[in-house]
């Protein structure tokens, strides 16, 4: 264990007021803490390297395992892949010019996006959101986008859930980029038993559920549109809202998640 994992737990214990990690609940000690008569050295290794990144409330063991995926990219849905070029999944049309996320869904991001998503921390956005920033000025910043549109979920999901976790982030990206948020699809069925489908099935099985807005038709039509999710897995759920949106005239689509 090292140096930073003793002085973190002694803060803890001098300060039990202090925040904690929004990821692993670990003491977040503020950068205040000059004004409680911590010596200047100890002050001094703690904040090497920005470590406690108080504006995002997670520690930097966290965050320094929250990392961008790793280039090359698959061409299309932005996967690492040993050599540029299309990753065996993606050897196919799709509705959407390519599709880029931030980092793996595993560990922390992974453990963040499912407590966002279903234990209603909403938090979290702060984070998350940080992650889509990055994202986006890494891979799309360079593409004319007109609009960002959320991955909706169905009215019933949302009475339960209390939010769309995708709405979210795309409001967020939206004051981050200065691009308009449109919510202009909307989600017809609750389907269930998802994951046990296989990628094909599920495509099938998405057709005409994700459709245009009719009172937004106008707005988007010829338009450029970044479709904005949590988390990109197979593709079906992309795939279905891109239809959508090019069935009801889009120039074209582009797809940005979280994580993948
Ligand atoms: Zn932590
Ligand atoms: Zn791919």
Redesign the pocket.
Known sequence: MSLRYYLEALLGLLYPQERSCMSCRGLLPETNSTDKGLPASLLGILRNEGAWLEDKGICFRCRSSLSPIEPPY??????H?PQPG?????ERETSFVL?RSYGKYEGVLRDLLHRFKFSREDELITILASCLHEAWDLHLAHFPIDWLVPVPIHAERLKERGYNQAERLALHLSSYTKIPCLPALRRHLHLKGQATRDRKERIQALQGTFVCDLQYVSEIQGKRILLVDDIYTT?STAEACAKGLMDAGVEQVYVITVAR
């Open positions: 698959c061409l299309l849905c932005g996967r892949v299309h990753c065996p999944e993606c599709s593709g």
